[in-house]
């Protein structure tokens, strides 16, 4: 029995599989603000659901109740869809999204490589990104993990390391193993922004990559608005203090120069507590909260 229902069945011609789940590591809400962007932008059509009830503990994605004047009027529940969708010059993707499973991996994995490999899919790109000493004053990097030297090739950072994987590194393996040449795409956030601050520039580095990539035209939405404003914003705020403007300088000579962040020492850095502490509480004020 398959984990999915198949809703529409069209003829795609050689898409791009983009993977953007929530929950896998992603800093700054970069992947699911690009998947966002992506999903509102272009003209998508949802071709298989998968079964939520299988896949996920709801303990640990609830659904969200809706009240309205004390009467409960119905719950959102977490949703899991392979969709598809045509870039700006009728070029075909397909985008995975929704909540990453908690459990059947392997066989989630090889259903998504199967239908991928039905809907003749040419590559498989996953998206994320991760906190690293990098300034938010200039344009994030991007690292990747390809399935082939070629891919790796491509003008991203490189690195070798051992990690924990999510089910985008499942699925990025299972299409390698299968024929498709996949890569992930992760872009890099300043360390010191708060977890659940949204940073949209690294957005739009995850969505030119993905362009690049891929060798699609793609749409950025109000998304280099938004980043200007975030980074007007920090500008301001680390303005304010010595300490943060002497690290921001030595993050954007690291950044200038090509060097490792970890050339300079960390112990002249303000730990992440106290940086985060103040921007949430710079950003409380901005809105006017109490």
């Known amino acids: 029995m398959t984990l999915y229902e198949l809703i529409e069945q069209p003829d795609l011609d050689d898409p791009v599989l983009v993977l953007a789940v929530e929950g896998w590591i992603d800093a700054g809400l970069a992947a699911a603000t690009a998947a966002e962007v992506l999903s509102d932008q272009l003209d998508t059509i ?7 009830d299988d896949l996920l503990d709801y303990r640990a994605r609830r659904p969200i109740a809706h ?15 392979l969709r598809a969708a045509t870039d ?12 990453e499973p908690d459990r059947l991996w392997q066989q989630f994995t090889d259903e998504v490589v199967g239908l991928a490999l ?12 991760y906190p690293f000493a990098a300034p938010h ?14 891919l790796a090739d491509g003008g991203f950072l490189r690195a070798s390391l051992d990690f924990p994987g ?11 193993d299968r024929g ?35 060798e699609l035209s793609l749409p950025f939405g109000d998304l280099p ?48 507590d106290e940086l985060v502490a103040e921007l949430e509480q710079f950003l409380r004020d901005q809105r006017g909260d109490s």
């Not at 700006?88 to 909540?99: N, P, R, S, T």
């Not at 499942?170 to 390698?176: D, I, K, L």
């Not at 940073?199 to 580095?205: G, I, L, N, T």
Request: net charge negative; aromatic share 6%.
């Open 225 to 272: 608005g938004r980043a200007e404003a975030t980074r007007n914003r920090l500008d301001e705020l680390i303005a304010q203090n010595p300490e943060h403007v002497a690290m921001l300088r030595q993050l954007e000579t690291a950044y200038e120069e090509a060097e490792a962040p970890q050339s300079f020492a960390l112990e002249d850095l303000p730990t992440g």
């Open 166 to 176: 999510g089910v985008q590194a499942a699925v990025e393996q299972g299409c390698h």
């Open 88 to 99: 700006l010059e009728g070029k075909e993707l397909l985008l995975l999204v929704g909540a």
């Open 67 to 81: 009240l309205e004047n004390g009467v409960l009027r119905g719950l959102t529940w977490p949703s899991l869809e």
């Open 118 to 129: 039905d809907f003749g899919a040419r590559m498989c790109v996953g998206l994320g990104a």
């Open 46 to 52: 949802t071709i298989a659901r998968f079964s939520t």
């Open 180 to 214: 498709i040449g996949s890569v992930g795409l992760w872009a890099q956030i300043p360390h010191y922004l708060p977890p659940a601050m949204p940073f949209p520039a690294a957005s739009v580095a995850l969505i030119e990559a993905l362009a690049r990539i891929g």
């Open 137 to 150: 004053t200039r344009s994030p990097r991007v690292a990747c993990t390809a399935s082939t030297p070629s």
